[in-house]
């Protein structure tokens, strides 16, 4: 990644125009070659940028920019548009690149690896006499999140979603049809546990057998204890 801090104007050209007055800012370039125009303010969002696919070139300013005091102009070209931005560099006060590396990408609190870790610690949220067989069970298609037995010594395949929508129900029905295929699990009913379920994923669900739990996530960690609640 490129870092320049310098004082800029900043022209987009294409679908709609903008324009930037001269002044301070920061100009990121991405390894994924996006350009973006900060200032330091408005959060996170940037005043101006260019998404790839798109290539970018330094140019030699006309005579007139020159009397006006621009050092060099970035032309980024967007590949599949007429979309341009153009940057006149008036003064660079910063000028940098960092090797960062792959990213490993954001790991959220209450992601599904944490609630299938957390409902398998605790499966008896599923039902009085649950118990646990396994977490990612395999199957020919994928692993099944969580393989317990209920009470009655049933088979029950989990899938477990942040937030269950109709794709979970398909998912967990495949898994269903195929692991009632073993005579060694069958009959294997299934749950659909979630922090949030869609009515129609509900709906679906339980129009093929598949019972829905909604999963409270400070309860499992144990911050939340919902028995002693007043309200």
């Known amino acids: 990644m490129r870092l320049v801090i310098a004082r800029c104007s900043v022209d987009y050209e294409g679908r709609l125009q903008a324009h930037l007055p001269l002044a301070t800012r920061l100009l990121l370039v991405k390894a994924d070659g996006s350009v973006l125009v900060h200032s330091d303010g408005g959060s996170y969002k940037p005043l101006n940028w260019m998404s790839p696919p798109c290539a970018m070139s330094e140019v030699v300013p006309q005579e007139h920019e020159i009397a006006e005091g621009v050092e060099s102009i970035w032309v980024v070209q967007h590949a599949k548009s007429d979309d341009r931005l153009r940057v006149r560099l008036h003064e660079v006060l910063h000028d940098s690149a960092h090797e960062l590396g792959v990213d490993p990408g954001l790991v959220k609190d209450g992601a599904e690896t944490h609630l299938q870790r957390l409902l398998a610690e605790h499966i008896t949220t599923l039902g009085d006499g649950y ?98 609640r007043l309200f």
């Not at 199957?139 to 979603?161: F, H, M, N, Q, W």
């Not at 998912?171 to 294997?188: G, I, K, S």
């Not at 509900?202 to 829905?212: E, S």
């Open 131 to 228: 118990t646990l067989v396994g977490r990612e069970h395999m199957t020919a298609i994928g692993p099944v999140d969580i393989l317990c037995r209920d009470a009655s010594g049933a088979s029950v395949a989990v899938e477990i979603k942040r937030r269950g929508d109709i794709d979970g129900v398909e998912q967990l029905t495949r898994y269903l049809e195929l692991m009632n295929r073993d005579p060694h699990l069958a009959p294997v009913v299934g749950v659909l546990a979630a922090q949030e379920i869609k009515p129609q994923a509900r709906t679906l669900a339980t129009d093929r057998g598949i019972r829905c739990v909604t999963l409270d996530y400070d309860a499992l960690k144990g911050i939340d204890d919902v028995g002693s």
